[in-house]
């Protein structure tokens, strides 16, 4: 019996090693994990910070080139292209697909539009399409982010969207 009780403690306190080490291994786990993250954040920044450099000091210039010589519409493709260019980084249409899905690939660039601020007028001109079918759009569009009735701009929805996410990074 004695044996079999000093057996029985001798496996208790074996085992008990064995979390201990397992505990200390996992923390240490922990610890470099928390490590990689800071370094992958360090990196993302310093290559958000190059793309900036980038894109104010090329492409933008080279964009205020081109508005000088092309047409209205021209124009507005350009105002487009500097808005996105200046939010890179923004994940409005990944989040507004990851969100819902079910718009179409017309919808969600309608949607961009609307967020950069284009009325559907412009919209509708700039896509060549009927103001009418531009209002049907944002009425689907309502519909499916469950928006309808609930008196909420378009316009104001998506532009939380997209604070929504950049304050989640």
Known sequence: ?????????????HLELEIDNLKKCIAGKDATIDELLLRINKQKKIILS????NVNK???????FCEDH?????????KLIRNNLKNIESPFIYSLEEKQNRLTQRELEICHFIKSGFS????ASLLNISEHTIYTQRRNIR???????????LETYLLQLNS??????
Not at 70 to 78: A, C, L, N, R, T
Not at 120 to 123: G, L, N, T
Not at 164 to 169: C, F, N
């Open 1 to 13: 019996m004695k044996t079999e009780n000093s057996k029985k403690k001798l496996s208790t306190e």
């Open 50 to 53: 190059r793309i900036y450099a």
């Open 58 to 64: 090329i492409v933008l210039p080279l964009l205020g």
């Open 70 to 78: 092309v047409s209205e519409i021209g124009k507005h493709y350009i």
């Open 120 to 123: 559907s007028k412009e919209i």
């Open 143 to 153: 519909r499916k982010l469950e928006l309808a009735n609930k008196g909420i701009k």
């Open 164 to 169: 929504k996410d950049e304050l989640s990074d």
